[in-house]
């Protein structure tokens, strides 16, 4: 067959050679519901009702009637007729159309293990990925279908685990519950999977002992016990299958009971959400276009019940307001989507959705607009756009409830938060007191736990990384912000950057990418992110991820600027270290790094004006025992830095 239709992921049409080949997108479902389906044929009024949703039934065949004609129109133009259309029929001649369908369709007589393969392959993408918000009906029969095809792999697991496999078998076995997991996170039978795929492994008791062992450094003594479902999920991976588990395995220390008055929760206001247009969207070469994308997002925004969204006339004001951000406080808008259109060889749209409260990106993404595809890909974009808004704002709100239960505890955290965005030892011994308030009121607060991790890294840090008792005090209040909050980045990341001073590169960027999955627009996770990968001996990967976090966040901390005058370094770009150096508020952090760069460029005086400086603030400053305890995976940057340091003059 000439064409074939790719239904898992987004639904096209393509060539021979995998090419995409334009056709109605109506005509396309059409042929994929009777592929699907099982059927030849529909009748007319059918399809009209599941395609369109209107009260009046002639409207629905008046818009068939015109999908028909722009479907014939293109049959005529690539040749085959995939469709035939009769007064009340609508006829799918299957012999000119291939499709992940049929494959999917012909794996009932397969072995199970065989069975797994196809659906694990076809499954890494969602059945009609992009097509979510269609008609009810048809809405429905996609979440019907889809909830097939989970059904079918996990029949088709269930029915493998039963026989002899080999090791090929079981990994593949086991990626197909990895597959379950992400369809149904809350399936009742997939730990169970999990525990006979391991077991016929003989992988259990390793996999308890690992939970163990990392229980036990994160949890410590803290008089704490974990989140509820997690120990419920814990138990039934490790104790179901092995009584014996529950005598030695998972046990917490006796949950703190603290009597108190029972409580009624205020009800939340649902949260108010501007989108502000560019407000340069007339320099795009097809304005009106842009016009129609701005509004398509506000339109999915609105289908919402989790948010309200600021009429667009209000929304426009506001991004054309000399001060946005005071109309918006005026206003009580708690987020607003921020756009920026890029024009030039490659155009394209920037979002990125800030929370007012404490001036966070949670959120933001870059879509390309090339003209030619930009009418086709608008609405694509938009149904894009408001899925990552209200999925964000949703899991955001959820977070503030966790913030938001002791207010005193809450405010001290933000007091010690606003001193901490300058490096200086007095900020951050303010801030430091200002968590330790907030644990005093609330000893499990997770953020001021990571706050006070913070504050002792920092220290390190800023005293030429003289005292290792700030490390391992930031190790402490690290592991019991994940432990206090388990789902919340910021004990991760304090624990990645703390285990990179340590020089434990690997635990670093293990925990430091755990922060980023859980808080993936979260830009200081990010830049912490591209620090350890700088000092991991990665410095190009680390320029990138650190430009990928000022991109977030463009009016950002210091912290931002020295890494990436860091990564440079690294890569012999010394303008570049200088540059990113001159953007910072307070420079004299990066002394050292200054200094050697200048060193490096020739500019001894400017080298040497630099050495002063900090023998000013550091007059014991050694060369050697200063590099001996800088966390640098591979020698060459330790000598790439020696030589800077000591042409300057150390």
């Known amino acids: 067959m000439t064409f074939s239709l790719a239904t898992f992921g987004d639904l096209r049409l393509v060539d021979l050679n995998g090419g995409p080949v334009s056709f109605p997108v109506k005509g396309l479902l059409l042929i994929c519901y009777l592929l699907a389906a099982d059927r030849n044929e529909v009748a007319r009024g059918d399809a009209a009702r599941l395609l369109w949703e209107n009260e009046d039934r002639s409207i629905s065949l008046v818009n068939l009637r015109k999908t028909i004609s722009r479907v014939l ?11 035939t259309f009769t007064p009340t029929t609508i006829i799918l001649n299957r012999g000119t159309v291939d499709s992940d369908l049929t494959e999917l369709a012909a794996i009932g007589t397969d072995e199970p293990i065989k069975r797994i393969g196809t659906l694990v392959r076809l499954l890494r993408h969602e059945f ?19 909830t097939r095809h989970a059904s079918l792999l996990l029949k088709s697991v269930e029915d493998s685990l039963l026989q002899t496999t080999t090791a090929d078998d079981r990994a593949l076995i086991k990626e197909a519950i990895v597959c379950l997991l992400r369809i149904n996170p809350d399936g009742e039978n997939i730990p169970q999977l999990l525990v006979d795929a391991y077991e016929a492994d003989g992988g259990v008791d390793a996999l308890r002992k690992i939970f163990e062992r990392r229980k036990s450094a994160i949890w410590g003594t803290l008089s704490l016990t974990p989140d509820a479902h997690a120990l419920e999920v814990a138990r039934r991976v490790y104790e179901k299958r092995h009584p014996e588990a529950r005598a030695v395995g998972i046990t ?22 501007a989108l502000l247009p560019p407000p340069d969207m007339g320099q795009v070469s097809s ?81 390309s607009l090339k003209s030619s595809d ?119 990341r304090e624990l990645g950057v703390t285990k990179l001073f340590l020089g434990d590169f690997d635990e670093s960027a293990a925990a430091l990418e755990l922060a980023e999955t859980l808080s993936p627009h979260y830009a200081d996770v990010i830049a912490d992110h591209a620090d350890t990968l700088v000092h991991a001996s990665l410095p190009a990967q680390g320029l990138e991820k650190i430009e990928q976090a000022i991109d977030l966040n463009p009016l950002c901390p210091d912290l931002y600027h020295w890494t990436a005058a860091g990564a440079n370094y690294s890569l012999g770009r010394y303008e570049g270290v200088l540059a990113s150096i001159s953007r910072m508020q307070n420079r004299e952090p990066a002394g050292r790094l200054s200094a ?55």
């Open 252 to 273: 917490t220390r006796p949950t703190l009971r603290v009597e108190a008055p029972i409580e009624v929760p205020m009800r939340r206001l649902i949260p108010r959400v």
């Open 73 to 83: 129109a293109r049959q005529a133009e690539i040749g085959p007729e995939f469709l």
């Open 596 to 650: 050697a760069s200048w060193a490096m460029l020739g500019n001894q005086k400017k080298a040497r004006s630099f050495v002063r400086k900090v023998r000013e603030n550091y007059p014991e400053f050694n060369v050697d025992e200063w590099l001996a305890i800088v966390p640098l995976k591979e020698q060459w940057q330790k000598d790439h830095y020696r030589e800077g340091l000591l042409k300057a003059g150390f």
């Open 128 to 146: 009609l990925e992009s097509l979510e918000h269609q008609t009810v009906a048809f809405s429905a029969w996609i979440s019907g279908e889809r």
């Open 374 to 492: 930009l009418p086709l890909q608008r609405r694509e974009i938009a149904r894009r756009v408001a899925s990552g808004v209200i999925s964000e704002v949703q899991r955001n709100e959820l977070a503030r409830e966790y913030f938001e239960q002791n207010p005193v505890a809450y405010h001290h955290y933000l007091l010690g938060q606003h001193h901490l965005q300058n490096l200086t030892l007095p900020d951050i011994r303010r801030a430091r007191r200002e968590f330790r308030a907030a644990v005093q009121v609330s000893p499990y607060f997770a953020p001021a736990l990571s706050g006070l991790a913070r504050t002792h890294s920092r220290e390190w840090l800023l005293t030429a990384r003289g005292d290792i008792e700030h490390l391992k005090l930031s190790e402490t209040h690290a592991n019991r912000a994940i432990a206090a909050g388990q789902d919340l980045a910021a004990g991760y």
């Open 287 to 367: 304005p009106p276009i842009a016009e129609l994308l701005i509004q398509d997002i506000t339109i999915g925004l609105s289908a919402a019940r989790t948010l309200r969204v600021v009429a667009p006339f209000t929304s426009a004001q506001i991004s054309r307001h000399a001060d946005r951000i005071a109309l918006i406080k005026q206003h009580s808008i708690s987020y607003f989507l921020d756009t920026r259109l890029n024009v030039g060889d490659e155009a394209s749209l920037f979002a990125q959705l800030i929370h007012i409260a404490n001036d966070e990106v949670i959120w933001a993404e870059r879509f």
